[in-house]
């Protein structure tokens, strides 16, 4: 590898037995830029792209207690980022919408026009009506740009207008252009809608829940100051991943951990010769942090002395020195012994694995609601609070266990229920990227996934 870009990867074993059938193979794979290489190479400028609701709901009253509502905690939010959160020379951007989009600034350095982006900001209060997320997504592709650019997607509810997949077709076409999309909800049940629009780019995706101004405000900023930090931060940028696993395996999953957890089994294309390709928009790469990445299969062995698991190609761009399309290409092997005793057990990678579970069994439960099979979703839903509880994860066993009373009680699986379990599941604690923000700090020290 590169003195800027790291590979670590780790073996549940070390060891595999000679002329062995059915052979259960897991490693993980960890990208990340090399600190030592970027202590002095890591000033990026960003383009933020605020993009936010300002439907009636937004008008909500955070608590009964109170006149302030979502829509004024979003104003100060953004506000306090243009304050404390952008470095000299970061561009911002400031869409609102409802059922229109209106931009109300575009491409400003932040430096110099701090005052004049903050009264942008102000006018979101004079703007209302429905949601459409179709239309917020072609502005916010009219006003990006090649500059590390970073939207900030925020909503508290479900579109009401437009078309949604228009609005994914968009962020599939974004992050190839190397734009990353981050999603923020406040009180709403559009997370999967949000992991969705984010995954094409490989970026952040967090729920808030509360019912205090003070709270929601701190929170809401906190996600902005972070989303931008992480933008400052991503010192390799459009990173691409190539995986070609050679004929003979079977059973194969793949799974992101970090930053986010993903199922990237769809991602798994067969060749006429019998290898499996997997290609991989990793995102950018942030300074500080890493993606880490499961793959679990079965092979029969040979008499040889190690096999070989997959070849890794890696593309990339590193903005600071102005080099673009950096190939990097690794193999992934395994020694093969005659003597099972050698082989030694990594119990990092087992956990990993068992973790990435979790995501493939709410999809079996997603699946069986599309199905209309209740019955089918009790069972793998019970599946679920079986392996948290196994795992000690007693809090996130206790959250399952609500849906499954509600869905047994309404014979019913909900939008609500399905994102309460996907929020739950998807968290990266490495990040804190994908969960729910709320009081309870239990939450977030239970939470599956992440390393």
């Known amino acids: 590898m590169s003195e800027e870009l790291q590979l670590d990867i780790n073996l549940e074993r070390d060891f595999l037995?000679?002329?062995?059938?059915?052979?259960?193979?897991?490693?993980n794979l960890e990208l990340k830029p090399n600190s030592d290489f970027f202590s002095y190479n890591n000033s990026i400028q960003s383009h933020i792209i605020l993009l936010l609701d300002s439907s009636s709901s937004m008008e909500t009253s955070i608590n009964k207690y109170n006149k302030y509502t979502k829509k004024d905690a979003v104003i100060d939010a953004a506000k306090g980022l243009i304050d404390n959160g952008l470095k000299p020379g970061d561009l911002v951007s400031v869409i609102t919408y409802n059922s229109q989009a209106v931009i109300l600034n575009?491409?400003?350095?932040?430096?110099d026009n701090k005052d004049e982006i903050k009264s942008s900001i102000n006018t979101i209060k004079d703007h209302t009506g429905g949601t459409n997320f179709e239309k917020a997504m072609i502005a916010a592709e009219n006003v990006s740009d090649n500059n590390n650019c970073h939207i900030i997607f925020l909503t508290d509810g479900?579109?009401?207008?437009g078309d949604d997949n228009e609005a994914l077709r968009i962020s599939e076409k974004l992050a190839e252009e190397g734009v990353t999309i981050n999603a923020l909800g406040i009180d709403?049940?559009?997370?999967?809608?949000m992991r969705s629009l984010t995954e094409p780019s490989n970026g952040y995706t967090e729920s808030i829940k509360e019912n205090k101004r003070e709270e929601i405000v701190n929170k809401v900023n906190q996600s902005f100051q972070e989303f931008s930090s992480k933008a400052s931060n991503s010192v390799i940028r459009n990173v691409f991943m190539d995986l070609k696993i050679p004929a003979g395996y079977r059973d194969l999953e793949i799974y992101q951990i970090t930053p986010e957890m993903r199922n990237y089994q769809s991602k798994i294309n067969e060749m006429n010769d019998g290898k499996r390709v997997i290609s991989i928009n990793c995102g950018n790469l942030v300074l500080g942090h890493k993606n880490s990445y499961v793959l679990a299969m079965y092979v029969d062995t040979s008499s040889d002395d190690n096999i070989?698991?997959?070849?890794?190609?890696?593309s990339y761009s590193l903005p600071s020195q102005n080099r673009n399309n950096i190939i990097?290409?690794?193999?992934?092997?395994?020694?093969?012994?005659?003597d099972e005793s050698q082989s030694k057990y990594n119990n990092f990678v087992t956990e990993l694995y068992q973790e990435a579970q979790f995501l493939k069994m709410y999809e079996d439960v997603?699946?069986?609601?599309?199905q209309d099979d209740i019955d089918g979703a009790i069972k793998r839903l019970q599946a679920m609070i079986n392996k948290a509880e196994k795992l000690g994860k007693i809090n996130i066993a206790e959250k399952y266990k609500k849906s499954l009373d509600k869905i047994k009680e309404n014979n019913?699986?909900?939008?609500?229920?399905?994102?309460?379990?996907?929020?739950?599941?998807?968290?990266?604690?490495?990040?804190?990227?994908?969960?729910?923000?709320?009081?309870?700090?239990?939450?977030?020290?239970?939470?599956?996934?992440?390393?």
């Not at 037995?17 to 490693?27: A, H, P, Q, R, T």
């Not at 997603?366 to 599309?370: G, R």
């Open 17 to 27: 037995l000679k002329n062995s059938d059915d052979e259960d193979i897991k490693f």
């Open 106 to 111: 575009r491409g400003k350095e932040v430096s």
């Open 158 to 161: 479900q579109s009401t207008r």
């Open 188 to 193: 709403n049940n559009s997370f999967n809608f």
């Open 308 to 314: 070989l698991l997959s070849e890794v190609r890696i």
């Open 328 to 338: 990097e290409n690794r193999s992934v092997h395994l020694n093969l012994t005659d």
């Open 366 to 370: 997603k699946n069986c609601k599309d």
């Open 412 to 451: 019913n699986i909900t939008t609500e229920e399905l994102n309460a379990i996907s929020e739950t599941i998807t968290v990266s604690q490495e990040y804190g990227r994908g969960r729910v923000l709320v009081e309870d700090s239990n939450v977030e020290d239970d939470a599956i996934g992440g390393v």
